[in-house]
């Protein structure tokens, strides 16, 4: 339905759940083989940030946006995010980035599809899980990445440090959600968590081997996401500026 | 005066400031020596960790904790936050980890001193430079500081992590606040991107050696904190449970 949370997923898709995978990358993209460890960090000319443009409100249908990718040595995308990492938002002449920061601006600016309910319990919650994920493991999972590709990090060592912080973020969250028979995260309809969630999950599953039985809260709102027609859409591999698969 | 934004900070002291000395260290702090780089982690006993208690609000002089120390090695607070950072809040039946969340809840719960101002440009500005200090220093700061501990980095290798992440959020929040001629970072008036970078600055300052000379603004933020009591009572040596100096 047009109301449904999950119709602004699309701009999250843009805005947000893609940029996931590129995030925090330092302009880099790793791209791994199907069931196989080659990697290599894309080349001079592949375009893989990505820049949303100007918004214009849809109020039936989430928000219109303009999806815009930039080199991964575009030096003007300092101007736009001087720390240089992906999600960067422009909005009129409102600029800003990082993921959480652009989503908490959305909901102020465009409430039309909120992703954290009112009930502050579980709007904490929400916050919570969103910052496991953007702080307590993206950024080391990043690290690890670029540790391997600038040969700072052996191969196994950069996927210990992955699989470490992977698990004790997951680990975490399972136990936070401790009874939850809901169909997502923080209830039955796609809220900010399962926004940060999924695509951790998917990078998780897909480039890092994760095995989600361990997880098995997790492990049921990843295949709830991967029926959501806004979540596949949010795949890196379905964005416009997609390396294309390894030969 | 009691409605100025800084009479909600000696909470914050307990909640968020001192905290980020010892958050995402895994229940371990470094003590080190003025002007050298002695170090050693915390012994057993030592009580490091801050476990706020049930808040009582006090409409006219922000809203009053009670601040518990956890030791390092209490099993029980891994039931209050599974991933075992500081700082938990406990307010009533809510429990909520993670610096932001907290100061995201008490927004919405304890309005009367809000942190976050309503202008969205601004607003904007502020959780974006909350987010750089928490995602894109703090786990990476932590993680040489446990690496250096844990015997897995050297000192050398340790401190050139922690000064790499740190130069790097520094100089893009420099640059964020291009044209800044504030008493504070996004106004004359202690808001929320300040809370988040008086304890960095502080830590950089007095247990990174970083030379604040090349952030002038930052810099000048700083000397206006440090003449705030409120930040003053929430450095880490002013805690209840802070370590005795060394010898």
């Known amino acids: 339905s047009p109301s449904s949370p999950c119709s602004v997923l699309p701009l999250l898709s843009g805005v947000?759940?893609?940029?996931?995978?590129?995030?925090?990358?330092?302009?880099?993209?790793?791209?791994v083989g199907h069931g196989s460890d080659e990697a290599r960090p894309v080349q001079r000319g592949d375009q893989l940030l990505l820049l949303p443009g100007p918004h214009r409100p849809q109020p039936?249908?989430?928000?219109?946006?303009e999806y815009r990718a930039v080199e991964w040595n575009d030096t003007d995308y300092e101007k736009i995010n001087p720390i240089k990492y992906v999600p960067?938002?422009?909005?009129?002449?409102?600029?800003?980035?990082d993921s959480l920061a652009i989503i908490l601006y959305l909901e102020d600016k465009y409430p039309?599809?909120?992703l954290l309910p009112?009930?502050?319990?579980?709007?904490?919650?929400?916050?919570?899980?969103?910052?496991?994920?953007?702080?307590?493991?993206?950024?080391?999972?990043?690290?690890?990445?670029?540790?391997?590709?600038?040969?700072?990090l052996g191969p196994d060592e950069s996927l210990q440090i992955v699989h470490h912080y992977i698990d004790k973020g997951f680990r975490a969250i399972?136990?936070?959600?401790?009874?939850?028979?809901?169909k997502f995260a923080t209830g039955d309809e796609v809220q900010l968590a399962d926004v940060f969630l999924a695509p951790q999950i998917h990078a998780g599953v897909t480039r890092f081997d994760i095995d989600m039985s361990k997880y098995p809260h997790l492990e049921r709102f990843y295949k709830a996401y991967m029926e959501i027609p806004a979540f596949?859409?949010?795949?890196?591999?379905?964005?416009?500026d997609a390396p294309s698969p390894p030969q």
């Open 60 to 65: 039936q249908r989430g928000v219109e946006y």
């Open 232 to 240: 596949q859409a949010a795949r890196p591999e379905n964005q416009p």
């Open 118 to 152: 009112q009930d502050l319990k579980r709007k904490a919650l929400n916050l919570q899980i969103a910052s496991i994920v953007c702080s307590s493991i993206q950024p080391l999972q990043c690290y690890a990445v670029i540790g391997l590709i600038k040969g700072k």
């Open 88 to 97: 960067a938002l422009q909005d009129g002449d409102i600029l800003v980035s």
């Open 112 to 114: 039309q599809h909120l």
């Open 174 to 182: 399972e136990k936070l959600l401790e009874g939850c028979d809901s």
């Open 16 to 31: 947000t759940a893609h940029s996931f995978t590129t995030s925090r990358q330092e302009l880099v993209l790793l791209r």
